[in-house]
């Protein structure tokens, strides 16, 4: 397809008072990323010269601010009545005055839409075709508007209760999402009159209207998950179970190990190389890139992290923001680090924390090591040089600095700096009372009975 100008109005006004929610419905999530966001990601993933109108209604800030993240071009128009579909695309008639060759009309609340049936949609613009409908087969059509085609072209849109018994046997049903000619766009929408029960404006009236025209109205096929619309929150759990199944899917063909997919939940930006290997059980949360090589043992949790080549993560790790793991190190279990580089060949095998911290190359972070890096308001770094050896149990107290060699032995206090190849102890002295533990039981004790009294 030669390259054509487009714009993509995204319908984002809806109430979702189904959610059950304080904020809009497009603003809930699915991996990490509010429906919208889905939705706009696929429009901008179509290439070419994209521009990209929002309706917004309820929330209008919030999903302004939502969609911002994916496209700083974008443009919004509020919807103040919510009077049918082809009323809230009127709300864009600004942008629908400007000169673009495809028009299409998508939905906030509908994630899984594909770049894919996007771009086909558009090609049959670029062929020839005035409007192209968007349908979909699903097992059971009960409940949908049913798409009338006489050879080969689309010639109504029967919603069910208008529908024959002959036409309610057509299993072909009608998405919503819609592509048209920029050249007859905005004549055929403003066209739409609300001669109807609800005294409302649809969009689908534009397929009679150009129809009479004698325009070229087709439908496409499309799968029956592009066009899931989300309404309550078991239609969101839904979705997010679709998102994960394709994710998954995706991932696997790429060449990375997943031994118990369905127990794998990824964030919509995850990006993880061939040959990384991840076990059962582990969640990723957005921002999080994985280097070919990694394993990511079972019930890790993982975001805004970056995992180097041949990197051992986990069982039961979490790596929070701004953690970085160099080629070769490792996080064993029970250990959670935070905004802290890990360096190559470096070893936080069990029960520890390291927070704002470097760790150098092939150090190795015994058991239950922890960096104190907050005093209750303000936040310090800990530098731990390379080829150093922290001891189980020890504390450090932020801000720190270790040098390259340093051997810190096991259960210290260290507050302040070791210099390089130094032995560092922060032990207070061991002092023996003998027969003083049998007093302090009585005491406790007594202490005890008198409380019970």
Not at 23 to 29: A, G, N, R, T, Y
Not at 91 to 116: K, N, Q, S
Not at 193 to 220: C, F, M, R
Not at 223 to 245: D, F, K, M, S, T
Request: with cysteine; proline share 3%; net charge neutral.
């Amino acid at each position: 397809m030669a390259s054509r100008s487009c714009l993509t109005i995204i319908l984002a006004a809806g109430e979702g008072t189904r959610m059950k929610s304080s904020m809009s419905k497009v603003l809930h999530e699915i991996a990490g990323l509010p429906l919208v966001g889905h939705v706009a990601k696929a429009v901008l993933g179509t290439g070419g010269e994209t521009d990209l109108a929002v309706v917004v209604g309820r929330g209008a800030a919030d999903v302004q601010k939502a969609v911002g993240k994916i496209s700083d071009t974008a443009r919004f128009y509020e919807q103040t009545e919510r009077l049918g579909t082809a009323h809230a695309v009127l709300a864009a008639r600004e942008a629908l005055t400007e000169t673009h060759d495809d028009v299409l009309v998508v939905f906030g609340d509908t994630p899984l839409i594909e770049e894919t049936s996007l771009r086909a949609a558009r090609h049959k613009l670029a062929e020839g075709a005035d409007i192209v409908v968007m349908g979909f087969r699903p097992e059971n059509p009960t409940g949908y508007g049913r798409l009338i085609e006489q050879g080969g072209k689309l010639v109504a849109i029967v919603e069910e209760k208008d529908a024959t018994e002959e036409q309610r046997k057509i299993t072909f049903c009608n998405g919503g999402l819609m592509a048209l000619s920029g050249k007859h766009a905005l004549k055929l929408i403003s066209a739409v009159k609300n001669d109807n029960s609800k005294g409302e404006y649809y969009l689908t009236d534009v397929v009679k209207l150009a129809h009479a025209q004698s325009l070229n109205v087709i439908a496409i096929d499309v799968p029956v998950e592009n066009v899931i619309g989300i309404n309550n929150r078991a239609e969101l759990a839904e979705a997010e179970a679709l998102w994960q199944a394709r994710k998954r899917r995706d991932v696997m063909f790429s060449g990375v190990t997943l031994i118990a997919p369905e127990t794998v939940f990824f964030a919509h930006d995850t990006l993880i190389e061939a040959d990384v290997l991840i076990e059962p059980n582990v969640f990723f949360g957005p921002k999080v890139t994985i280097e070919s090589g990694a394993v990511i043992h079972a019930f890790s949790h993982i975001e805004g992290a970056h995992i180097g080549a041949n990197t051992s993560v986990g069982p039961f790790a979490r790596l929070r923001p701004g953690s970085k793991l160099a080629e070769k190190a490792k996080v064993g279990n029970f250990c959670e680090v935070k905004n802290a580089d890990i360096g190559a060949g470096a070893k936080v095998n069990h029960l520890s924390y390291i927070g704002d911290a470097t760790v150098g190359a092939d150090t190795n972070i015994g058991a239950g090591v922890i960096t104190c890096n907050y005093d209750g308001y303000n936040k310090f770094k800990t530098t731990i040089g390379s080829n150093a050896f922290v001891g189980s149990n020890s504390a450090l107290i932020a801000p720190l600095t270790i040098g390259n060699g340093v051997y810190v032995a096991s259960g210290s206090v260290i507050t302040d700096e070791v210099p390089e190849n130094a032995l560092a102890l922060g032990r207070a002295r061991q002092v023996n009372k003998e027969g003083r533990a049998e007093i302090l039981r009585e005491k406790y004790k007594a202490i005890k009975a008198s409380k019970n009294k």
